[in-house]
């Protein structure tokens, strides 16, 4: 089966020429900016143009350096406010052989991401996420690409006291080197980075089964990270099991829409993990997912699949409520947050350790349902 879908196009990190973004390197004490090769341009570009370039880390040590990184302006002479606007950053990044364990622990930066706030170049103002370290499952990749999705306003590991979280203007990669073999330096390529709107609304992926450009941030669930192309960390097809690791919807209220999941189970990783955090969500928001359909008979989703939420509970908003018909065949919900239901839905389904179910227009048929262990004080809610 094959899940497509259509990604928004919104960050353009970097150019052709990689300094016509860059805002310079981390300036905090110690640190510098490391080594940059070759062009940065790649959203609606192939990768393999921006596989051609590497962010270098070289600091001469005999144990662990000092941290070095670099800024990039996110939207020309624009700002984020994420006070007013909920963002989920994605983005693979690819290790250059054993250089993957030329990085320090987690806990010692070994590579992280920066938001930035202000005009100055470089930035002095930043958000910071520990994510990879030797010690993390991440230093174990030989070779594919690995996914790192961050919700900008998650909790972060530092924080400077001054950073403006109404003002953010830049993004930074940075690393620390623990030589342990020789001379030699840590080395990774970041790829396909996209900055997704987890509210609703069509800046955040959307599936309607139907031919569209671009293929979501989307990691195939198999044995192991390592043993999966970068084709299919970045799509969401070939088998019947996928992880998801975004938000999503259904349905992009314009264009003709015909889902079926066709029985997938599809899960969202859990967040913060101590071993591998990569993953840095927030509970509820990070991941939503979506019902956006035309009010037109002819659209249609289908689910009879299992669904896995993970640590990170994802809320639903299915309360579309309207000629277009929501058909559930028996699908299971597991270790959801909140799930609001349209008129648009019709068929039972179970819903197992998931928030409240909230029927909210009574036109709705989820007769024959089953409920199982809620963690909210109400299983199903009527609204009038």
Known sequence: MTFQTAFPILFNFGDWDVDTRNRGGFADTGESQFGVRGSTRHMHFSAVSFYASSFENDNASSATGNLQGVYWQMFGSGALDLTANERVLGCTLQWDGPERIQLATVDNAGFVFRIASGSATPPTEYRQWN???????AAFSSGDPWAVVVDLNSTPDYETASFDETDVQCIGFGSVRYDMVGTATTKFAPSWVFLMNSEKGNDLPVFRNAAETWQGLIAC????FQTKQLHDIISWEGTDTF???????????????SFDDQGATVFWPDTDKPDDPRIRARTGLSFRVYAGMRNLASDWIRMSGTYYGGNTLPDWDFSQSNDAPIEFTDPTFNDLGDFLVGSSVVGPATWSHCGEVTIVDNGADIDGSTFRNGHKDALLVLVP
């Not at 994510?131 to 499952?137: A, C, F, P, S």
């Not at 669930?221 to 192991?224: C, K, L, V």
């Not at 992880?243 to 829409?257: A, D, H, I, V």
Request: aromatic content about 8%; glycine content about 16%.
């Open 243 to 257: 992880q998801c690791m975004c938000p999503l919807k259904f349905g992009n209220g314009t264009q003709f829409t």
């Open 131 to 137: 994510l990879i370290g030797r010690d993390t499952l």
């Open 221 to 224: 669930a198999g044995p192991t």
